[in-house]
């Protein structure tokens, strides 16, 4: 069984290669030109490693001859939500053209490849009060370029399972974090401030955004497991959520992290850090994918957070 992973030096896709190795998959993976490497260097003798552009087709169609993967797992994309108000056009153009060329590729060769498209909580957008936790039947009202270019994968995926019966299935994952968590997400921004903090690389002030937002965060380790069942259990054509079901403040996160720390830590607003559009709420029913794999959460918020500070200390040193 050989799986390939576009964006294996990615947070997400660098775990999901230490899982899959450890199931005895064979692991190839996609990394852009010139990649720095550094969440998968330990893993090098271990896989397969291509430099590819997914923007670019012919790149992307050498790629998937050379490999042949039963198992895609697609998740390379422009996934920090910002930066799609700073960049819509590059994170459409990311998001969406990435996941043609991919699509069009395991079409153009009569491969039979089971595909998993990470999708994102984020399509869901302005959640009602009422409607949480949300199920996947629930309207979706994005509010950033991000969540509507993940609608716009999401539904690439349902098209082309329709029209050419391509082994598809779609994750609306939530909010996670832990151990190499981008330094630009809430968790590990929180965290690498307070880390900068103790060791006096900076002074004791951590800037912080909207601590009103409310999220459903899962830990990675549990969410690379999702992404292994979701292939091995799911239908085709489906799409599933993957969640804690349980709903944190953004105040909440800082609050955890900071028990963690003896520092003396003032906290302060950083207005740039305060967004045009911001989802109140984001809380996840799993259920579909419970009955469907057996899968359930195993790593606790407060774990993962501190797992996440310890990353952060050995990072550091
Ligand atoms: N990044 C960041 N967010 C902050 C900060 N302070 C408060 N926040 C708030 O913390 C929440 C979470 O922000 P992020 O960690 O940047 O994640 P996200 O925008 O919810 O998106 C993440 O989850 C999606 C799934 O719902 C993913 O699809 C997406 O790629 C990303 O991982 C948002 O409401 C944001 O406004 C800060 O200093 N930095």
Redesign the pocket.
């Known amino acids: 069984m050989k799986a390939l992973i576009t964006g294996i030096n990615g947070f997400v896709g660098s775990h999901l290669a230490e899982h899959l190795l450890e199931q005895q998959i064979e692991v190839a993976g996609t990394i852009r030109n010139h990649s720095t490497l550094q969440h998968i260097r330990h893993l090098l003798p271990d896989i397969h490693l291509y430099e590819c552009e997914l923007r670019d087709p012919q790149a992307v169609e050498q790629m998937m001859i050379e490999v042949r993967p039963d198992l895609i797992y697609h998740l390379a994309?422009q996934?920090?939500?910002?930066v799609s108000w700073d960049s819509p056009a590059e994170t459409m153009i990311n998001n969406i053209l990435g996941q043609i060329h991919l699509l069009e590729a395991v079409r153009k060769l009569g491969l039979s490849s089971k595909v998993l498209i990470a999708?994102?909580?984020?399509e869901y957008g302005q959640v009602e009060e009422d409607e949480v936790p949300v199920k996947e039947t629930n309207p979706l009202r994005p509010i950033?370029p991000?969540a509507v270019s993940?609608i716009a994968q999401n539904y690439l995926g349902y098209q082309y399972y329709k029209t050419f019966g391509q082994h598809i299935i779609r994750t609306r994952?939530?909010?996670?974090?832990g151990p190499r968590r981008g330094e630009?997400?809430?968790?590990?921004?929180?965290a690498k401030q307070i880390v900068e903090i103790e060791m006096g690389l900076k002074p004791p002030v951590l800037?912080?955004?909207?601590?009103d937002?409310q999220?459903?965060f899962t830990d990675v380790r549990d969410v690379v497991r999702a992404y292994r069942m979701a292939l091995q259990y799911c239908e085709a054509g489906e799409i599933y959520n993957i969640a804690s079901g349980q709903c944190h403040e953004?105040r909440e996160?800082l609050q955890t992290l900071l028990g963690y720390s003896t520092a003396t830590i003032t906290i302060e607003e950083?207005k740039s850090?305060?967004?045009p559009s911001?989802?109140k709420v984001?809380v996840g029913d799993y259920s579909k994918f419970h009955k469907q794999t057996g899968w359930k959460p195993e790593i606790s918020f407060e774990q993962s957070l501190e797992d996440l500070l310890r990353y952060w200390r050995t990072e550091l040193a």
């Not at 999708?119 to 984020?122: F, G, I, L, T, V």
């Not at 994952?173 to 974090?177: A, P």
């Open positions: 994309a996934s920090f939500v910002p999708c994102s909580s984020e950033s991000y993940k994952t939530f909010n996670h974090t630009q997400f809430v968790t590990s921004n929180f800037y912080v955004g909207n601590l937002a999220r459903d953004i996160v950083d850090r305060l967004r911001d989802v984001l």
